[in-house]
């Protein structure tokens, strides 16, 4: 039986998971219902999406709830974790003990019985002395065979060569790198199981690079050791307010369709922010001692600074505003697991003034004497950068002397001098360039920074505060990964210029060198 509809369609909506056969007596008719049915799914449709998009929202605004307690935990807890680990070196986990993956050459070596099989050389005969014809053309035929052979043979061994050379110029370079990478490290425990100066304020500073930390803080410490009392001097760079996390919770308002955050009161963050400063003080000198196997160290003076700007002048200002000078004995025999960072540090006669907010400055229990001293030769490392695949991943002393060496190109002349300062882990100037010249020359500082992930803009208000103590007119900060918009903004008004790792390359290919940055 012949349906009265002539005009038939069937139309479906895959976010629904719906179709509909839609029928009419005329064309015009049909579009009108397939029209129709279309607005009712495509506001069912919308629906679902504000239905999806508020539960996103929700999820969203649970995690970065989850976020910002686990943030704020791991503050208040740094000194508490940290107390339940000894932090001993292990050097063996240090060294590279990588081999280099021998040569391999997958092509097959010519074969001479390939040859005699395509000159189609016969083997000898009987024949051969009845019939010399017979004889001389196999020699004719053998000798051509062997020619082809000598040939290929050449192009075989030639090729094989120069992968070889190529192979050994990269092994010569790794096995470069790994000597100097790991005769570093075994110079430094050497050197502090000796008694060395020099080593022992390295292996310190290695201690507290691998301590935990926070990922929102950049160590930033430099350290001295004093062999008569046996006391260990560091200055510690600590974090400022904007450093810390503030967010305690997030909700999503639908009214607004955002999702909204509250944080800690402002008498809940300096309590915060007292917490912590305290917390890394304690935290630093448990660090410091516990790694201590041969017992070098009898006195730790930790003194934390610092950098702000003065509400009243609007200058720049470095202040040290703890100070704490104890013994092993004392320390050792607290139960930092337990006790008020706060309490625990006025117990041990540290100094401060008032809230650690107002950056009040103390008088330091003791401090470094500056000289030039810092200065050493600088290593050429520059000259085989090329066969270094990775410079993001080379030792950091390395890396140091390789950026030294980059602005001794960048400055060369007769006048400009560039010096390279001793290498301490410890984020300090890493290079001094004296350009002598009136009008555009003066003390230029440089820092290095080997990392795969962005720098804290902590990392340029350190900086700035160094270019400040040093009477610097320019600093560098030089860094195989990226900036984030914090130091960007930071760095816009001063003499300081970011060179980020695609600049780095930039400079390096300027100066006639080609070098490679991955994260890989």
């Given at each position: ?115 005699y099989l395509k000159h189609n050389v016969p083997s000898p005969s009987y024949w051969e002395d009845l019939l010399l014809f017979i004889k001389s053309s196999r020699l004719k035929k ?379």
């Amino acid at each position: 039986m012949a349906t009265k509809y002539q005009f038939v369609k069937t139309i479906s909506n895959s976010r629904l998971s719906q179709s509909k056969t839609i029928k009419a007596l005329t064309q015009y008719e049909l579009d009108r219902k397939v029209d129709e049915q279309r607005k009712k799914w495509k506001s069912q449709v919308n629906k679902l999406n504000e239905r999806d998009k508020v539960e996103n929202e929700l999820l969203r605004a649970e995690r970065l709830i989850k976020q910002a307690q686990q943030s704020i935990e791991v503050f208040q807890n740094m000194l508490k974790t940290s107390a339940r680990v000894h932090h001993y070196i292990d050097f063996d986990s240090i060294l590279i003990s990588d081999e280099y993956p021998p040569f391999i050459f997958k092509e097959a070596t010519p074969n001479i019985n390939d040859f005699y099989l395509k000159h189609n050389v016969p083997s000898p005969s009987y024949w051969e002395d009845l019939l010399l014809f017979i004889k001389s053309s196999r020699l004719k035929k053998e000798s051509a065979a062997k020619l082809d052979y000598d040939k290929e043979y050449g192009i075989y061994q030639e090729k094989k060569q120069q992968l070889y050379n190529q192979y050994m110029e990269k092994k010569i370079a790794f096995d470069s790198n790994k000597s100097s990478y790991n005769n570093l490290y075994e110079n430094i425990r050497e050197g502090y199981l000796n008694g060395n100066i020099d080593s022992i304020c390295d292996y310190f500073s290695l201690a507290l690079e691998h301590a935990p930390l926070p990922k929102e803080l950049a160590l930033n410490i430099e350290v001295n050791y004093l062999p008569v009392s046996q006391t260990l001097i560091v200055d510690y760079t600590l974090p400022n307010q904007d450093d810390l996390p503030r967010a305690v919770s997030y909700t999503y308002v639908k009214t607004r369709k955002e999702i909204t955050v509250k944080k800690m009161t402002q008498k809940e963050f300096d309590a915060f922010y007292d917490s912590v400063i305290y917390q890394l003080t304690l935290k630093t000198i448990h660090e410091l001692l516990s790694s201590d196997s041969s017992e070098v160290l009898q006195t730790v003076v930790f003194n934390g600074y610092v950098h702000g700007t003065s509400l009243a002048t609007g200058n720049d200002f470095t202040s040290c505003i703890v100070t704490l000078n104890v013994g092993r004995e004392d320390f050792l025999k607290l139960n930092l697991e337990k006790v008020d960072p706060k309490e625990c540090f006025r117990s041990l006669k540290g100094l401060s003034i008032g809230a650690l907010k107002n950056l009040s400055p103390v008088k330091p229990y003791m401090q470094f004497s500056k000289n030039e001293n810092r200065f050493v030769e600088s290593r050429n490392i520059i000259a085989e950068v090329e066969n270094i695949p990775n410079i993001s991943k080379m030792p950091w002393d390395d890396f140091e002397h390789l950026v030294g060496g980059l602005f001794e190109r960048m400055f060369y002349s007769d006048n400009n001098e560039v010096k390279i300062t001793k290498a301490s882990r410890d984020g300090g100037i890493d290079a001094i360039v004296f350009d002598p010249d009136p009008i555009r020359g003066g003390k230029f500082v440089v820092q290095a920074k080997r990392y795969n992930a962005v720098v804290q803009p902590s990392a340029v208000r350190d900086l700035y505060g160094t270019m400040i103590d040093e009477g610097a007119t320019k600093g560098f900060l030089v860094t195989t990964s990226y900036y984030g918009e914090d130091s960007y903004r930071f760095a816009n008004d001063k003499p300081i210029t970011l060179i980020d790792g695609s600049y780095l390359v930039h400079l390096f290919q300027e100066n006639g060198y080609s070098v490679k940055i991955s994260s890989e």
